[in-house]
Nanobody, 113 residues
């Protein structure tokens, strides 16, 4: 069974940076398509960035040029580097295995103005 554990969230000022990590276990990670989602208070969960098993990436328009998704298949890790953060980036960020359809527990990101 796939298990995902996120880390790296926190409080940061606008313009700052954070790096989220997601540790995966229980699957052949290198063959798994992965993604980061976020959910702001009172809003629906939305896709932030995705990466295929081959390393192709896709981003929401709102984060293009500021966020970078990456993966390390040797460590079964997924990352989200977030730069130039804005208050509207605030929310709970979730790691998801798109292949196994499994969610992590989420990590809170708060960007103050």
């Amino acid at each position: 069974q796939v298990k995902l554990v996120e880390s790296g969230g926190g409080l940061v000022q606008a313009g700052g940076s954070l790096r989220l990590s997601c540790a995966a276990s229980g699957s052949i990670y290198s063959r798994t398509a992965m993604a980061w989602y976020r959910q702001a208070p009172g809003k629906q969960r939305e896709l932030v960035a995705a990466i295929t098993s081959g390393g192709n990436t896709n981003y929401a328009d709102s984060v293009k040029g500021r966020f970078t998704i990456s993966r390390d298949n040797t460590k079964s890790m997924l990352y989200l580097q977030m730069n130039t953060l804005k208050p509207e980036d605030t929310g709970v960020y979730y790691c998801r295995s798109e292949t196994a359809r499994v969610w992590g527990q989420g990590t809170q990101v708060t960007v103050s103005s």
